[in-house]
């Protein structure tokens, strides 16, 4: 009979038999994906597994702390922290379009695991051994949209496509064939916590998919408020469960005239953005109630002096995607 269990016990035979007695590093980006891939792995070949987490700078508020203490804590993996803000933000200085976006951050991402994995080579010189295999939570919708090739040219998620041709690494990529429920039930076998089996899917590219527009430390200061304050009230609304994806995105190029006390403003808008769906390959815009609606706007507007509107998009996907970029 198909169960979690079986499906634990036959992903842990398959990325044994792929991997040998052969080390791995596992990249840690914050999301659900590559805390289950990097999990199962851990059940499968133990201390053969080192976890790095980049810390890209594109993160949501508290996320860092969160996967180095929740992660390390259910699984006891070894991690391996690298602040890295500095270095993708010189990259993408001056980037506006999202392809580029996409694999600037994507080609840094790659080359600092594998500075990382030279310096645990270098730490393991004694025992000889190399690190052979990177682990990689992609899953069955990336594939799809990634590899027929209508999609591909739509979009092209840094975690199938663009990685860059001098790769050094093998790729262990144990949910391919899962969609994210499946995921999720995966997940709470392999005994993560529920913050982390439950957050909701979130681009690896990060809040830089999130700034339409230039990506600068500025920005990423005003959109990750307006996150955290979207997140915060879906939290205590109750439906953080029920909707997909929720999040803010800032047209950092835009700018609109306003009124707040006596003063004119003139400032960027905020796209709340909720969408309900059950794999992200179609999904429908979440019909959150008004009053919760009114809170987010008012605090966001409040709270983030750069932001003096907030607009909803009522896009489904299609026609839209759920990301703005
Ligand atoms: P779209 O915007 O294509 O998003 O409807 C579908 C799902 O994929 C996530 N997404 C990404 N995930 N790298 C990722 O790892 C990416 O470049 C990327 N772009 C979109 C998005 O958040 C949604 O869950």
Not at 33 to 57: E, I, N, Y
Not at 209 to 222: M, N, S, Y
Request: aromatic fraction near 6%.
């Amino acid at each position: 009979a198909w169960t979690m269990v079986n499906i634990v016990d036959e992903a842990v035979a398959a990325v044994r038999a792929q991997v040998g007695g052969a080390r791995l590093i596992c990249g840690l980006s914050g999301g659900v994906d590559s805390a289950v891939a990097g999990a199962l792995v851990q059940r499968a070949v133990g201390d053969a597994l080192t976890c790095v987490f980049v810390d890209h700078g594109l993160l949501r508020a508290g996320e860092a702390e969160q996967v180095e203490r929740d992660f390390v804590a259910s699984t006891g993996v070894e991690l391996v922290h690298i602040k890295a803000a500095d270095r993708f933000a010189a990259a993408l200085a001056g980037v506006t379009d999202p392809e580029q976006k996409r694999k600037i951050i994507g080609r840094e991402f790659i080359r600092v695991f594998e500075e990382a994995a030279r310096d645990l080579e270098a730490r393991a010189e004694a025992a000889g051994s190399r690190i052979e295999y990177l682990v990689q939570g992609t899953l069955y919708p990336d594939v799809i949209e990634s590899g027929s090739p209508d999609a591909a040219k739509i979009k092209s998620h840094h975690n199938v496509g663009g990685l860059p041709d001098d790769l050094q690494f093998g790729l262990v990529e144990p949910l391919r064939t899962l969609f994210k429920d499946e995921v999720r039930r995966l997940g709470e076998e392999l005994g993560l916590p529920e913050e982390i089996v439950w957050r909701q899917p979130f681009p690896g590219p990060g809040l830089a998919v999130r700034i339409i527009g230039e990506v600068t430390p500025e920005r990423l200061e005003i959109v990750r408020a307006a996150d955290q304050i979207v997140r915060d009230e879906i939290r205590r609304s109750g439906l953080e469960r029920e909707i997909w994806q929720v999040f803010a995105v800032l047209l950092a190029d835009v700018r609109s005239v306003g009124v707040q006390g006596d003063e004119r403003t003139y400032g960027h808008p905020i796209v709340l953005r909720a969408v309900t769906s059950e794999d992200a390959m179609t999904a429908d815009w979440a019909r959150l109630p008004a009053n919760l609606l009114e809170r987010i706007s008012n605090r966001v507007v409040n709270e983030v002096p750069q932001v003096n509107r907030v607009v909803y998009d009522i896009t489904s996907k299609p026609p839209g995607t759920i990301e703005w970029e």
